[in-house]
């Protein structure tokens, strides 16, 4: 079955410093993999996804994410944290056309 | 386009009690999902349809959680004889096309938190 483990429930960084959020996954077939971001009080949003082709995939807001087969992980970065920055972010898998299976969430926190 | 729009916003209910949850999707939108989701985890899939055809149900998801989609646009999630276990955010989503087109994505509603007491 497939699935992903996000490393980390809580990370915290400071402004302008590397945002790292770690995602592995698992899964049979060539996986779909997604980030999404929930900001406080709103629904999830997508931030990026990997189908096929290039693996370094860019998103908004400044986020990125690589598809590495050999270490099955779909890590997300974005080089200098803003404040804005602060939510919680899901990676996630789509085993089929239909369903995405989340992660349980990574909360990230921006000391000024 | 309005967005997902999901009502009620909040449910208050007495264990035993059967609750009821819309989802109005974006209108062109062909797809519709259900999750849940408690609180420090993410959305956990409950079921999907394509147009009015329920083509996937959790196999987490007990007898007492029904859902349609009659015509093919709005659907409603019916949890019967509610549980504290059942409390959570009930999240649904649309989208227009599979996930793994290019440019597709799920557009979220804001969600119905539903509380058991």
Known sequence: AQSVTQLGSHVSVSEGALVLLRCNYSSSVPPYLFWYVQYPNQGLQLLLKYTTGATLVKGINGFEAEFKKSETSFHLTKPSAHMSDAAEYFCAVTPSASKIIFGSGTRLSIRP | ?117
């Open chain 2, 1 to 117: 386009d309005t967005g997902v729009s999901q009502d009620p916003r909040h449910k208050i209910t007495k264990r035993g009690q059967n609750v009821t949850f819309r989802c109005d999707p974006i209108s062109e939108h062909n797809r519709l999902y259900w999750y849940r989701q408690t609180l420090g985890q993410g959305p956990e899939f409950l079921t999907y349809f394509q147009n009015e055809a329920q083509l996937e149900k959790s196999r987490l998801l007990s007898d007492r959680f029904s859902a349609e989609r009659p015509k093919g646009s709005f659907s409603t999630l019916e949890i019967q004889r509610t549980e504290q276990g059942d409390s959570a955010m009930y999240l649904c989503a649309s989208s227009l096309g599979y996930q793994g087109a290019t440019n597709e994505k799920l557009f979220f509603g804001s969600g119905t938190q539903l509380s058991v007491l």
